[in-house]
């Protein structure tokens, strides 16, 4: 019986570890002169981006030793910089995060974090 507990514990502290990221989206699209969309309602872009653009965006929650990983199409994003999002209460509830692509070609914006699909509902032209 002590196996079985221990066992589910063990089990629930896995699953536990990804519970602490409640949400993650993306919110906008930018290009390299900083002309850009907010996505957060669309299902394609308006515009065309190809080349090289800019991404953001927003995971509420604990990130502590998570890599969030952001794709459009065949394109993986780099970090450039984070900004963390306050509530009223100025309690720290996520982070604004910046991403860099080269060589955009069409295809899906993709949110991932440990391998975990987040978002995908934006096609980017």
Do not use: W
Request: hydrophobic letters at 35%.
């Amino acid at each position: 019986m002590k196996k079985i507990v221990l066992t589910l514990l063990f089990i629930s502290s896995l699953f536990a570890k990804d519970s602490d990221i409640q949400k993650a989206v993306a919110i906008g699209i930018f290009d390299k002169d900083g002309n850009g969309e907010n996505i957060q309602h669309l299902r394609t872009t308006k515009n065309d981006y190809s080349g090289l653009c800019f991404s953001k965006i927003a995971v509420f929650g604990n990130l502590a030793n998570k890599n969030p990983q952001v794709n459009i199409g065949n394109s993986k994003g780099h970090f450039i910089k984070s900004t963390s999002i306050y509530n009223k209460d100025k309690i720290k509830i996520g982070e604004e995060i910046t991403f860099k692509h080269h060589n955009i070609s069409k295809g899906y914006f993709e949110v991932r974090i440990n391998n975990k699909l987040y978002d995908t509902k934006v096609y980017v032209k």
